[in-house]
């Protein structure tokens, strides 16, 4: 029998040694997280965690030790953005594991987490602890090991039209509308088309079509999309629907459709063009037209308190509705607040100047750069009550308009005609008594005896050349 050397059974023995060591430190730099036990995430559903939605975890957990073990305790740590679902334990146990296990062999256990509905794309980390007793009786020892596994998470992908900048749109009117298009989700947003579509082909763009592309939009960002509209000229007023789509691809680039609708109201206000028309018998009447592309419910025409012109009487007249393109006629007695120019003075006096407080004749200077103000008040397609404010040049020729206009005039006129009458008359029965009395004269001379005498000339007479009478 060969024997052998102390140094030689040192050598053998340093030799098992390391290989021992070597043996363990390869298991520990690998899955196996102590020198008996080997725990691996095996699977994942689904394959990246989504914001909001849970995710299954299985976990394998193998004994590859030399020695049994009993009491195996596996707890998963979740952190943000995971957490624990009601009702699903995050502690599970196995009570016994053979040593030398191969793969097919060792323990299964399941756990689901929920994932926060904000959380951002990325990778997260989750410890997983395993405590295990290995041995008998009183030798028996408990081994704690901590394994961690990386978790990923998808962003969720998902955007929304949040604003439209404009609630209402005038008819054939050239109007900007914006779209604000915002990832709302928490994965960045590629390859986004945007178009819409007025179902009753009332807005229509101008100077370019309907659809817009996006190429990328992170999370949380938002962007802007102008298009130029036009509502047709014919349109009825009213709410009309707009029909937005927004296709856009995912995270493993798929194309996902997101529909939506917005509605936008065409009509609304309109304006108006006010002009002097004519002034009659101590009125002046204004031309109230509609040149706007709405109607006007229950239309106003009014003359506001201002400092050159006094209305008496009503200010204000309500003119009923009127379509674009109407037009009517509103009438009302001014007058000017600058008074007629007087004089004060004693006989032979310079005097001085004096202003009337009272309203005055209107006239071509009194009118003169001094617009007469004129509101307007109607109701507009939407119902809400507008006012509109305008200024109209008098045109006054001649001298003056009384503050009584013609009618003044034709009082002064007919207030003489009952002397005239009576001048006519007297004048009549003049000349009538005084033809009565020639011809009653007349028939007294033709009776015989009323021949009157006749009567000697008087020297003067005589000499003036007539002949005398004969004997």
Same mark, same amino acid.
């Given at each position: 029998m060969k024997k052998f050397s102390l140094l030689t059974i040192l050598l053998i023995f340093s030799a098992f040694i390391c290989l021992g060591a070597g043996t363990a430190l390869g298991a520990s730099n690998g899955n196996i997280n102590s020198s008996s036990m080997q725990v691996n995430l095996t699977n994942q559903n689904p394959d990246s965690a989504r914001p909001g939605e849970p995710?299954? @975890?299985?976990? $394998?957990?193998?004994?590859?030790?030399?020695?049994?073990?009993?009491?195996?305790?596996?707890?998963?740590?979740?952190?943000?953005?995971?957490?624990?679902?009601?009702?699903? +334990? @995050?502690?599970?146990?196995?009570?016994?594991?053979?040593?030398?296990?191969?793969? %097919? #062999?060792?323990?299964?256990?399941?756990?689901? @987490?929920?994932?926060?509905?904000?959380a951002s794309a990325g990778t997260y980390d989750i410890d997983i602890v395993t405590t295990y007793k290995s041995g008998s009786g009183s030798s028996s020892i408990t081994y704690t090991t901590t394994k961690t596994i990386t978790i990923e998470v998808r962003g969720k992908e998902y955007a929304q039209i949040v604003t439209i900048d404009?609630?209402?749109? !005038?008819?054939?009117?050239? #109007?900007?509308?914006?779209?604000?298009?915002?990832?709302?989700?928490?994965?960045?947003? %590629?390859?986004?088309?945007?178009?819409?579509?007025?179902?009753?082909?009332?807005?229509?763009?101008?100077?370019?079509?309907?659809?817009?592309?996006?190429?990328?939009l992170d999370a949380g960002d938002s962007v802007t999309i102008v298009y130029s509209v036009m509502a047709d000229v014919n349109a009825d007023p009213g709410l009309y629907t707009l029909d937005i789509n927004l296709v856009l691809e995912d995270y493993e680039s798929n194309e996902q459709i997101i529909n939506t609708t917005a509605g936008?109201?065409?009509?609304?206000?309109?304006?108006? !063009?006010?002009?002097?028309? #004519? $002034? !009659?018998?101590? #009125?002046?009447?204004?031309?109230?037209?509609?040149?706007?592309?709405?109607?006007?419910?229950?239309?106003?025409? +009014?003359?506001?308190?201002?400092?050159?012109?006094?209305?008496?009487? &009503? &200010? +204000?007249?309500?003119?009923?509705?009127?379509?674009?393109?109407?037009?009517?006629?509103? &009438?009302?007695?001014?007058?000017?607040?600058?008074?007629? @120019?007087?004089?004060?003075?004693?006989?032979?006096?310079?005097?001085?100047?004096?202003? +009337?407080?009272?309203?005055?004749?209107l006239t071509a200077a009194s009118v003169a750069g001094n617009p007469l103000k004129v509101q307007i008040e109607y109701t507009d397609a939407k119902g809400e009550r507008i006012t509109v404010d305008k200024e109209v040049e008098l045109e006054i020729t001649g001298g003056s308009m009384p503050a009584q206009g013609k009618r003044a005039s034709s009082n002064s006129g007919t207030s003489y005609l009952p002397y005239i009458a009576v001048i006519m008359l007297a004048g009549g029965a003049f000349v009538y008594r005084k033809k009565i009395q020639e011809r009653i004269q007349a028939q007294r001379q033709k009776k015989p005896g009323n021949k009157k005498p006749e009567v000697s000339k008087k020297p003067e007479e005589q000499n003036s050349g007539l002949k005398a009478p004969r004997d």
């Open positions: 995710v299954e @975890l299985t976990v $394998s957990v193998q004994n590859v030790g030399t020695k049994d073990v009993k009491d195996i305790s596996v707890t998963v740590k979740p952190e943000y953005p995971f957490t624990g679902i009601s009702g699903q +334990s @995050l502690e599970k146990s196995i009570s016994y594991l053979n040593a030398r296990q191969d793969t %097919k #062999e060792g323990g299964v256990l399941k756990f689901k @987490l929920m994932t926060d509905a904000n404009k609630a209402n749109i !005038d008819i054939a009117k050239e #109007e900007t509308l914006e779209f604000i298009v915002t990832n709302t989700g928490t994965s960045p947003l %590629k390859n986004m088309v945007v178009s819409w579509k007025d179902p009753d082909g009332v807005i229509l763009p101008v100077y370019s079509d309907n659809t817009k592309y996006i190429k990328y936008v109201f065409v009509g609304g206000e309109t304006d108006f !063009d006010v002009s002097f028309s #004519e $002034s !009659d018998e101590g #009125e002046i009447s204004l031309s109230v037209a509609n040149v706007g592309n709405n109607i006007a419910y229950s239309v106003k025409v +009014s003359v506001p308190k201002q400092d050159n012109y006094k209305v008496s009487g &009503s &200010s +204000s007249t309500i003119v009923g509705n009127l379509e674009k393109g109407d037009y009517t006629i509103a &009438s009302f007695d001014v007058t000017s607040t600058q008074g007629a @120019l007087g004089t004060e003075g004693g006989a032979g006096a310079p005097g001085t100047a004096r202003a +009337s407080t009272e309203g005055g004749n």
